[in-house]
């Protein structure tokens, strides 16, 4: 069965009030499923899992603030070098941390649309 690394974009928003700026995490599963769509629903399912505000205790910077899934900008079927590699099954295998300047920068963003970033990692 093929194994895809699903890009999530994961962004903070502030639950306090407005805010001007997004920090915005692209976190990338490894799933292993027969298809791409059903890869897409399995990164889909995995991102949503990391939503939430920690109990009430996550931050950025000051205020107080919920993750929140963005959507699937790609999915990438991965191609195997070498034969034998023991990979597993959604595990994440990186993550980005950048800025948008606002919420039309964020849209862009998720939906793979060129748009200016800020990366902090």
Not at 95 to 111: G, K, N, P, Q, T
Request: glycine residues 10%; contains cysteine; charged residues 30%.
């Amino acid at each position: 069965m093929p194994w895809f690394s699903a890009h999530a974009i994961m962004y903070f928003q502030h639950t306090d009030g407005p805010q001007d700026r997004y920090l915005v995490y692209e976190n990338i599963f490894l799933v292993e499923a027969p298809d791409a769509h059903q890869a897409f629903a399995k990164g889909e399912a995995l991102a949503r899992q990391e939503e939430g505000d920690s109990e009430g205790s996550l931050r950025v910077g000051d205020r107080p603030a919920t993750m929140v899934f963005g959507g699937i900008r790609k999915l990438i079927e991965v191609s195997h070098e070498r034969g034998g590699d023991q990979l597993g099954d959604c595990d994440e295998v990186s993550y980005s941390e950048f800025e948008v300047a606002d919420r039309d920068a964020l849209d862009r963003l998720i939906r793979g649309e060129e748009t200016a970033v800020w990366y902090l990692q």
